[in-house]
């Protein structure tokens, strides 16, 4: 993908794809950086941890 950002962002890009070794490419780390900000912005869900509602019973009761 050519740089079709301003040179600060791709300066920032670079930056962020350095930090997260996890990340090996530049489609990866906007993809990630996309979905932080639309988790964030509630345009997509939280991701959640735990027992479904309709899973609860009183098996599940601590």
């Known amino acids: 993908m050519p740089d079709i950002y301003d040179p600060t962002v791709e300066q920032a890009l670079q930056a962020f794809i350095s930090d997260h070794p996890e990340i090996d490419t ?3 780390a906007v993809a990630a ?3 932080n900000w639309f988790t964030n912005h509630g345009y997509l869900p939280h991701a959640q941890e735990g027992t479904r509602p309709e899973d609860l019973d009183a ?3 601590d």
């Open 59 to 61: 098996s599940n009761d």
């Open 26 to 28: 530049r489609d990866q």
């Open 33 to 35: 950086i996309l979905t």
